[in-house]
């Protein structure tokens, strides 16, 4: 990697200016339309940019093109997916990905990578969960700002995407969803927030769905007013591929791009709305301007780059490795010793699972064979492979079985693959259910029967319901999905070669029904309604209590760590937590600090418990050190749907470190100020609200106390009567109760008036 190249350099923007300047309207919407598959318009004096998926590995195509992984690609890094990657919980280390993407793109000449794709991971059964971070905001957006950084850092574009609210597969060029305020914002947009203020991508790609109602592509309250207007966007919305119904529309909403090519109809009813006067130029302006600049900022990153096959298979070998998670190691039974015989159990560990189907599907520069990578691990091992089971359930499966469990019974020690085939996941398409194959399940209580020494190993690109291989596995690896180095990183956290830090990224249910979005997924008549609200993954989880099998956050390692101390200090309007923790083991390892906020005396509707920081510390064994984490103030932020802003409740927080959020270590409570959210005054708002106004209980209670002796509360009111009478809207009560003549209510909204312009005044 060389050049840093910042986006907003000014002879870009400059550039930009001049050469739109030059241009006809008819040039400006041409500029608007891919030129093909994968490439925008060269237009005067504006070159063409390739655009290409994204987002795990470089899914060039300089034969036949197509957006759902049919037709081939040239060779490329297939690193760990999005599910894989967030459970390193390390944005250095997608930083690191994300430039060494830059390198393979540069290479190929592309100018802007596809990716990342930053959905919420609203249910375990969306198809698309493999290429997606988490189920938390903050650790979506964490991990995508450093990607994004570390991708544009070597002069390729991002494009963040699916913008917005796109948690299902099925119907998802149709689809509604439909979502309250706070959980559009608090949850499914956060993570774009972050990502678009703090990374500043090229271009965010907008989404087939609809937004309560609305398509993503013409949703002008989205790609207006809240991502240019309110965060500050000054790139390119490029459409998903064929998800402009109407490009005028789209055109007028905040659209810059549409993709794919050829879109000539189109560019020509551009024109010609402009000239009927149905669309405002300026739009068509913006559009051109923002393409302009996203081609003239590839051509200003170009790099002659040729990438080291080797290095970046080493590469996506450490960040497998890190991003495996031990859910369980009962009586220590890893890390395994490398002698004595050993079976290789499961088709996955000749054939791996390591990544999905559809769009981002990557041809790999080599393949990591599980089998051979423990073979080479452990080479004085006496080895035996059977494959147990076919992926697809057909063939000869009686025998696969018989030949696994024999192969169990006269060894040490078992290691089984299981998980889900590339048919069973993919993008286009949800699952109905999380159940491992039921061949799979079997064959565990089988091997696990003869052989108590038994490893399972996972590779899925969403949640299994765990709770059968829980109950007959001591010790389990969730690899979710790897990349091409998945084998050499699986059998380095096998013999120990690497002491496991990963953590999950989602919760894993004890059953798909406990999941809250279940009951609402994936919605029917093309609308699916969030029901849920704000309590997604681990908040709906932990909000009504319930049990579940592997939290959010939750990860084991090869030795333990103590939390010795917690302090909170405000810093500016961040507050700074600095936790101390110990290696208590004997092997050095990697700890993940996890910081929760809770905020026991809200008055507004709440989960439990958010994450709002995290951090990492590498510790050898008996040493301590401190680490660091900010929190930020927009993070302890809620969404006031009444105001439209994001809001800090006043208030005390309790903040917890922990090594996952249910196992909280140390806590501190500290109490910070809010921000003021006084509503403006009117008829309909209650007694309770005025009279815990100061200024408001004192003029109206002179005012109204000979006509409503009671609005104060009354000191001869019980206290029942006193919340009773606190509930009512004051226009309604002084006109049905208090005998408030139409002079009386007049008289009382100018004192309301008054009172609100002093509000105003303060
Ligand atoms: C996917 C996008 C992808 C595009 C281009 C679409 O089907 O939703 O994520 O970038 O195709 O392949």
């Not at 990697?1 to 923007?13: G, H, K, N």
């Not at 459409?239 to 055109?251: C, N, P």
């Not at 009117?682 to 200024?695: F, Q, Y």
Request: aromatic share 6%; net charge negative.
């Amino acid at each position: 990697m060389t050049d840093i190249l910042e986006p907003t350099t000014a002879s870009v923007e400059d550039m930009t200016t001049e050469a739109v300047r030059a241009l006809s309207l008819a040039q400006k919407a041409a500029l608007g339309g891919g030129a093909s598959f994968w490439q925008t318009k060269e237009v005067s004096d504006i070159p063409s940019a390739v655009l290409t998926d994204g987002p795990h590995g470089v899914r060039f195509q300089s034969g036949a093109s197509d957006h759902l992984g049919i037709s081939g690609s040239d060779p490329a890094t297939c690193f760990p997916p999005a599910v894989g990657l967030a459970q390193s919980w390390d944005p250095e280390l997608g930083s690191r990905v994300g430039a060494a993407l830059a390198d393979e793109a540069q290479s190929a000449g592309v100018g802007v990578l596809l990716g990342p794709g930053i959905n919420i991971k609203r249910d375990p059964r969306c198809g698309r969960n493999f290429e997606y971070f988490s189920e938390d905001p903050l650790l979506t957006g964490v991990l995508g700002a450093a990607w994004v950084r570390g991708l544009q850092s070597g002069g390729v574009g991002a494009s963040l995407k699916h913008f917005a609210a796109n948690n299902t597969e099925h119907d998802r060029m149709r689809s509604s969803s439909e979502i309250d305020a706070r959980p559009l914002r608090e949850i499914y947009l956060r993570a774009f927030e972050r990502v678009v203020r703090d990374a500043r991508p090229w271009t965010v790609m907008c989404s087939y769905n609809r937004i309560n109602g609305v398509l993503a592509s013409q949703n002008h309250w989205l790609l207006t007013d809240v991502l240019r207007d309110e965060w500050g966007f000054e790139g390119a919305v490029v459409s998903d591929w064929g998800a402009v119904a109407d490009r005028v529309a789209a055109v007028a909403a905040g659209l810059d791009l549409q993709m794919p090519g050829d879109t000539s109809v189109d560019d020509d009813a551009v024109v010609t709305a402009v000239e009927n006067g149905m669309l405002d130029p300026s739009a068509v302006d913006r559009a051109a301007r923002a393409v302009a600049r996203t081609a003239l900022l590839a051509r200003n990153g170009r790099r002659n780059v040729t990438y080291d096959v080797e290095a970046h298979h080493a590469l996506a070998r450490e960040v497998a490795g890190r991003s495996i998670v031990l859910l369980k190691n009962d009586n220590d039974l890893l890390p395994l010793t490398p002698s004595g015989s050993i079976a290789v159990l499961g088709s996955f560990a000749t054939e791996p699972r390591f990544q999905g189907g559809g769009s981002s599907h990557v041809n790999p520069t080599r393949i990591d064979s599980p089998l051979e990578e423990i073979r080479s691990a452990a080479p004085t091992a006496r080895i035996v492979h059977a494959k147990g089971f076919t992926t697809d359930g057909f063939g000869p499966t009686e025998i696969l079985h018989t030949e696994a469990v024999q192969a169990a019974a006269g060894t040490d020690v078992a290691i089984l693959f299981l998980g889900l085939a590339a048919n069973q996941e993919s993008e286009g398409f949800d699952r109905d259910h999380i159940e491992l194959p039921v061949e799979q399940v079997s064959l565990l209580e089988a091997v696990v029967a003869v052989q108590p020494n038994t490893v399972v190993v996972l590779s899925s690109g969403g949640v299994l319901r765990l709770s059968p291989v829980h109950a007959a596995a001591p010790a389990i690896l969730n690899g979710a999905l790897l990349g091409q180095a998945a084998g050499g990183a699986i059998a380095d956290v096998l013999f120990g070669a690497i002491n496991p830090s990963g953590r999950l990224a989602e919760t894993i249910p004890l059953r798909l029904q406990d999941a809250p979005s279940f009951p609402h997924f994936p919605g029917e008549h093309s609308r699916v309604r969030y029901g849920e609200g704000i309590f997604v993954g681990y908040r709906g989880y932990d909000v009504r209590d319930q049990e579940v099998l592997y939290p959010f956050g939750h990860g084991l390692s090869y030795t333990s760590f103590a939390y010795e101390a917690l302090t909170l200090t405000a810093d500016g309007p961040d507050l700074v937590a600095c936790v101390t923790v110990r290696n208590t083991g004997t092997r050095e390892g990697r700890e993940i600090v996890q910081l929760y906020a809770s905020m026991p005396g809200s008055v507004i509707s709440r989960a439990p418990r958010e994450l709002v920081g995290f951090g990492t510390i590498n510790l050898a064994p008996g040493k301590s050190a401190e680490v660091r984490i900010r929190i930020e103030r927009r993070d302890l932020a809620y969404w006031h749907d009444q105001l439209e802003r994001w809001v800090v409740e006043g208030g005390d927080y309790r903040i917890t470190a922990g090594a996952s959020s249910r196992d909280p270590r140390l806590e501190q409570t500290l109490s910070i100020e809010g921000n003021s959210i006084q509503l403006p005054f009117d008829l309909e708002s209650t007694i309770g609200e005025l009279m815990a106004h100061p200024a408001a209980a004192e003029a109206l209670g002179a005012t109204f106390a000979p006509v409503m002796p009671t609005l104060q509360g009354g000191d001869d009111l019980g206290m029942d009567m006193a919340k009773m009478m606190a509930s009512l809207p004051i226009g309604r009560a002084l006109k049905n109760f208090g005998g408030g003549s139409p002079e009386a209510l007049q008289h009382l909204q100018e004192l309301l008036d008054h009172i609100n312009a002093q509000a105003l005044q303060e």
